[in-house]
């Protein structure tokens, strides 16, 4: 009898320390904390790009704490689960003192409200889970496969506007989606206007230019690599050289303090960093090695979401309306 005891007030005290105000506040406080530290650095990036901002030490430093990648590290969710708990536990305690005290329209709705907090976060941990965000990058005329494989998106054409000074007033994309080897879905999106097909959500994310480099080395062997601005360097394998490109126009007019008008890249140009401006098709001789561009083409940044959980978050939403409603128009 001792120990069922012992185990019914260690269950209690768990019980009371879940449905504790000041215990949710902490979790809360904790959760700001972590999610503040997602936002200063960055995510989801290129092993480069953190070996560039904080050097080798805190770039395997923050990669072992899964810091690059924080909103899918274990700890993160942990945090989350002992929230979406002490949520469960007070809002269980302000139901049963309801229906014991029998209390009018007016407290339900506070019930009302506070339980829409639980709904709503479940809404987003239930579409982090089963649902995914995710980018990609298509080439004018190239296809890319959707995640899961049952389609593909391609992109037919690109328009960027821009004003005066060369400043991008609006970029869009032309997609088709093909299935079967034929178009069944075809829209031109912008930056709040995606295409949504079979659950996914394909958004306007960015745009750039992709580019060819050539190298040529000590020996004469020539290599073709790939480039984009800010993206992973080109490497020339045999010596280990990288060249990292800064930024890319889509014609000479840069050059000459003229804005961008047009983003067809008739003359592209390549900014490699230590080395200089890369034209198209004129090579450039740099110590032991000679660069040339050998084209360019735009593309488009997707951002690709699949969240089945934006309905349990949307019925959140209205639990919490009928709740606030109800404390606003109700007497007590």
């Not at 229906?99 to 407290?107: A, P, R, V």
């Not at 080439?139 to 821009?162: M, Q, W, Y």
Request: aromatic share 14%; hydrophobic share 45%.
């Amino acid at each position: 009898m001792k120990n069922v005891l012992s185990t019914q007030q260690l269950l209690e005290r768990i019980w009371s320390l879940f449905s504790s105000n000041v215990f949710a506040v902490v979790l809360l406080v904790i959760l700001a904390a972590v999610s503040l530290l997602g936002t200063v650095i960055p995510q989801r990036e290129a092993p480069e790009v953190y070996l560039k901002l904080y050097g080798e030490v805190f770039s395997r430093f923050f990669g072992f704490l899964n810091l690059t990648n924080l909103y899918a590290a274990p700890f993160f969710y942990i945090i989350l689960g002992l929230l979406g708990l002490s949520l469960f536990a007070c809002s269980c305690n302000r139901l049963i003192k309801l229906l014991k005290e029998k209390d009018g329209l007016y407290h339900w709705g506070s019930f009302f409200s506070h339980l829409s907090v639980l709904v709503i976060y479940l809404g987003v941990i239930y579409g982090g889970v089963a649902g995914f965000s995710g980018y990609a990058q298509i080439e004018k005329g190239k296809d890319f496969l959707a995640p899961g494989g049952l389609f593909s998106v391609r992109l037919n054409d690109f328009n960027a506007k821009f004003d005066a000074q060369g400043r991008p007033l609006a970029y869009t994309s032309d997609l088709s989606v093909r299935e079967n080897g034929r178009e069944v879905l075809r829209k031109t999106i912008s930056v709040n206007d995606p295409l949504s097909y079979k659950g996914l959500k394909f958004y306007q994310s960015s745009y750039g230019l992709t580019g060819w480099l050539e190298i040529r080395g000590p020996g004469g062997k020539i290599e073709r690599s790939q480039i984009s601005k800010d993206a992973c360097c080109a490497y020339y394998t045999p010596t280990g050289q990288r060249f990292h490109v800064v930024e890319m126009f889509p014609d000479l007019h840069v050059l000459h303090g003229r804005p961008i008008e047009n983003y067809e890249p008739n003359e592209p140009l390549a900014m490699i960093e230590n080395i200089g401006w890369l034209v198209k098709g004129k090579p450039l001789k740099w110590g032991k090695y000679t660069l040339k561009l050998l084209g360019a083409a735009e593309y488009t940044g997707l951002q690709v979401k699949k969240d089945p959980g934006v309905w349990v978050v949307y019925l959140g939403f209205l639990l919490l309306t009928v709740g606030v409603g109800m404390m606003l128009y109700v007497k007590h």
